[in-house]
C-alpha cells in the first residue's frame, strides 16, 4: 500500500492518498475563554466570541509562547498537533506517512514536528523537501531560486538539478511577509470603507477576520478590472465599497520589492505555491512559473523506492533522483527538450524576456505580462515543440501580418498590438546567459 502523503504549505494543509486529494484543511485557530478551536473547529461565531486569531502555526512552527498561552497551548507546536490530530480523526490512522515540509523548515522545527508525530504515534516514514519533490517530478537540469513566503519573512532556496535534485542553501529575505502584505492591503481597504460606508471593517475581530479570510480570493480579481466592489458581512448587515485595484497593486510591488532586488537574473526562478495565492491576480512575478503541491506529491510517488521502509528512522530527504522526462515548465533552457531550433524560446520586450513554455504567458491590452487569461489577450506558449502566439479579443501582428486565431512564433518575429501600445521581439535562449 503507498505511504499517505501530508504537505504543510500555507495557508492550508493538504492529505494525498494514491494521487488523490482526500483533505484540506486551513490554518487557523482561535482562542476563546473556554478553549481553543483549530482548523475545522473554527465557525464564524467561534471568532466573533474569540480573544485571539492564529493563522501561522505551522509555517512558525515552534516553541515560542503563543500571545494568549493557555496550559494545555502553550505555542505553535500545540496548536500544529491539534491541528494534526483533527486530520487524523477525519482521515484514520495511515500505515505509513511521509510529510512534505517547506524548504525553510530548520532542525528544530523537524525535532518538533517528529515529537508531534510520535505523541500521536504517526508511523512517519520520512519527512522530505516540498520544493526538492515538486522539481524531482520534471525539473530540467539548471540552477533554481525558490521563492517563499512566511509571517514575517521570505525564504529563497537553492535547488540545483543534475543527475540528482539537491537543495543547498536557504537564505531569508527580513520584513516580507504574510502578514505585512496583508496589514497594508487591509488598510487600505480598511480606509475605503470608512471613507464610503462610515464603517471600520478593522474595529472589531469578526469583520477583520472576515476581511483577511476573503483577501486571497480577492488578489486574483486585481487585474481584471481598475475597481473592484468588495463587500464584507457583519451582524447580518452587508456592506460594500469600490476599491482601486492600482493602489492594492502597487502596495503589493512595493512590498515585495526587496524579492525582486534579492534574484538575480542568471538562475531560473520559482514561485511557492504560498506566495503565489497572494500575487496570481496582480501581474507580480508574471516570469516565474510556480511550483505546485500537485507536483510536490507526484514526485514522492514517483521515487518511493528512496525513502527506507522503517518507519523508525524519519530522515529528512533533500536530495532526490531527478527525472529523465523533463519538461519546460521549469527551464529557461527549453532548447535541452527538442525545441525547434527556428522556435521562440522567450518573448522580449524592452530589457526584459518573458520565458516560453507549456503553460501560456499572456499578453494583455495594455502590453503588460500576466499569468492570468481573465479578459482579451494575446497567448504565448510552446506546443509541440515550437513557440505558438494566439490572439483572443486583441488585434495583433506579428511582423505585420495579422494573427488570425494562432500562429507559430519564429527567431526574430515582431509581435505589435493594435493599440499601439509598443512591441515584442521573439528571441531563442541558448544558454542561460546568451540569446540568438
Not at 515540509?101 to 523537524?110: A, C, F, H, I
Not at 473592484?228 to 482601486?244: M, V
Not at 511582423?399 to 494562432?406: A, E, H, Q
Not at 528571441?427 to 546568451?434: D, F, L
Request: aromatic residues 8%; glycine residues 6%.
Amino acid at each position: 500500500m503507498n505511504p499517505t502523503i501530508i504537505i504543510i504549505s500555507y495557508p492550508a494543509i493538504t492529505v494525498w492518498r494514491d494521487g488523490k486529494l482526500i483533505d484540506t484543511s486551513p490554518e487557523i485557530a482561535t482562542l476563546s475563554e473556554s478553549d481553543i478551536f483549530v482548523s475545522h473547529e473554527v465557525t464564524v461565531e467561534k471568532i466573533n466570541n474569540s480573544q485571539a486569531i492564529y493563522r501561522h502555526y505551522w509555517c512558525e512552527l515552534g516553541e515560542e509562547p503563543l500571545s494568549h498561552a493557555t496550559p494545555n497551548f502553550r505555542h505553535n507546536g500545540d496548536l500544529a498537533y491539534k491541528h494534526l490530530e483533527g486530520i487524523l480523526a477525519r482521515i484514520g490512522m495511515p500505515t505509513q506517512v511521509i510529510i512534505s515540509v517547506p524548504s525553510y523548515y530548520n532542525d528544530s522545527q523537524l525535532s518538533l514536528l517528529l515529537g508531534i508525530c510520535k505523541a500521536l504515534r504517526l508511523p512517519i516514514r520520512s519527512f522530505v523537501d516540498s520544493n526538492v519533490a515538486a522539481l524531482a517530478c520534471e525539473g530540467a537540469p539548471s540552477e533554481y531560486l525558490l521563492v517563499d513566503i512566511k509571517k514575517n519573512e521570505s525564504s529563497v532556496s537553492q535547488i540545483t538539478i543534475t543527475d540528482n535534485v539537491t537543495r543547498k542553501k536557504v537564505s531569508t529575505i527580513p520584513n516580507v511577509g504574510t502578514e505585512k502584505i496583508y496589514a497594508n492591503c487591509s488598510g487600505i481597504i480598511a480606509k475605503k470603507f470608512l471613507e464610503q460606508t462610515r464603517y471600520d471593517p478593522l474595529h472589531e475581530i469578526a469583520s477583520e477576520h472576515s476581511l483577511i479570510k476573503n483577501l486571497p480570493s480577492w488578489l486574483t480579481k486585481l487585474y481584471a478590472r481598475k475597481e473592484l466592489i468588495y463587500d464584507i458581512e457583519h451582524d447580518g448587515e452587508k456592506r460594500s465599497a469600490s476599491i482601486p485595484t492600482a493602489e492594492i497593486i502597487d502596495s503589493l510591488k512595493k512590498t515585495l520589492l526587496p524579492i525582486t532586488r534579492a534574484l538575480p537574473n542568471d538562475k531560473t526562478i520559482l514561485i511557492a505555491p504560498s506566495i503565489f495565492e497572494i500575487i496570481k491576480g496582480a501581474g507580480i512575478f508574471p516570469e516565474y512559473q510556480t511550483l505546485t503541491l500537485h507536483d510536490s506529491q507526484r514526485g514522492i510517488t514517483r521515487n518511493l523506492d528512496i525513502f527506507p521502509e522503517d518507519v523508525n528512522e524519519c530522515p529528512f530527504i533533500v536530495e532526490m533522483p531527478s527525472t529523465n522526462k523533463p519538461s519546460t515548465n521549469y527551464s529557461i533552457q527549453p532548447i535541452l527538450f527538442g525545441i525547434d531550433p527556428s522556435s521562440a524560446t522567450h518573448i522580449l520586450s524592452g530589457s526584459r524576456a518573458q520565458t516560453l513554455s507549456t503553460s501560456p504567458v499572456y499578453i494583455r491590452s495594455d502590453g503588460e505580462f500576466s499569468s492570468s487569461s481573465n479578459g482579451p489577450y494575446v497567448a504565448g506558449y510552446i506546443k509541440d515543440n515550437h513557440a505558438m502566439l494566439e490572439s483572443k479579443g486583441i488585434k495583433a501582428s506579428v511582423n505585420g501580418m495579422t494573427v488570425v486565431d494562432k500562429c507559430k512564433l519564429k527567431i526574430g518575429d515582431k509581435i505589435s498590438m493594435d493599440d499601439g501600445k509598443g512591441y515584442f521581439i521573439a528571441i531563442h535562449v541558448t544558454g542561460q546567459n546568451g540569446a540568438q
